[in-house]
């Protein structure tokens, strides 16, 4: 059974998770291009998977040791570069921007929520392992907005 406190956290990830899915099948709803829509609502099945595995360990009552943790390349894309403006048609890049963007403030909130806990702590390590998840979103959009954005061409 988890303790009160870590139930929290899971009930508060999960409805971070359901925010995260409506705004990218928002965000994919505004971008003029097929292949980014496509990529925005997959990116919106993801949010729905975190939802449901959150769903799933809560009410198993597993603990952070059930959860993975993933090597990322932290490129950032989005520490260097302002949000665009979200409009009712957007380019891709823009999108993929927008999205790092939304990744980055997830990845920090949880990153900062854990820093309130001590080493050890089961509820830090759970927070710390949920950013590491928002860290891989963030990596995936910015390796998208890197590839639209600046293209490779013929010359290398």
Same mark, same amino acid.
């Given at each position: 059974m988890l303790n009160p406190g870590?139930?929290?956290?899971?009930e508060?990830?999960?409805g971070r998770e359901i925010e995260a899915y409506t705004f990218y099948t928002q965000l994919a709803r505004q971008v003029t291009d097929a292949a980014a829509r496509e990529t925005l609502q997959w990116i919106a099945a993801e949010e729905q998977k975190h939802r449901d595995f959150l769903e799933k360990? !809560? =009410?198993?009552g597993k603990g952070p040791q059930d959860m993975r943790v993933a090597d990322v390349v932290f490129y950032k894309i989005a520490e260097h570069l302002d949000e665009p403006e979200a409009s009712e048609?957007?380019?891709?890049? !823009? =999108?993929?921007?927008?999205?790092?963007?939304?990744e980055l403030r997830s990845f920090k909130f949880y990153s900062e929520l854990a820093n309130l806990y001590a080493e050890g702590d089961e509820i830090r390590i759970t927070l710390l392992r949920i950013a590491n998840e928002e860290l891989k979103h963030k990596e995936k959009m910015e390796y998208l907005y890197a590839n639209t954005a600046f293209p490779q061409t013929d010359g290398g």
């Open positions: 870590l139930r929290k956290i899971i508060t990830a999960i360990f !809560q =009410a198993e048609t957007l380019e891709r890049e !823009q =999108a993929f921007l927008i999205a790092s963007h939304r």
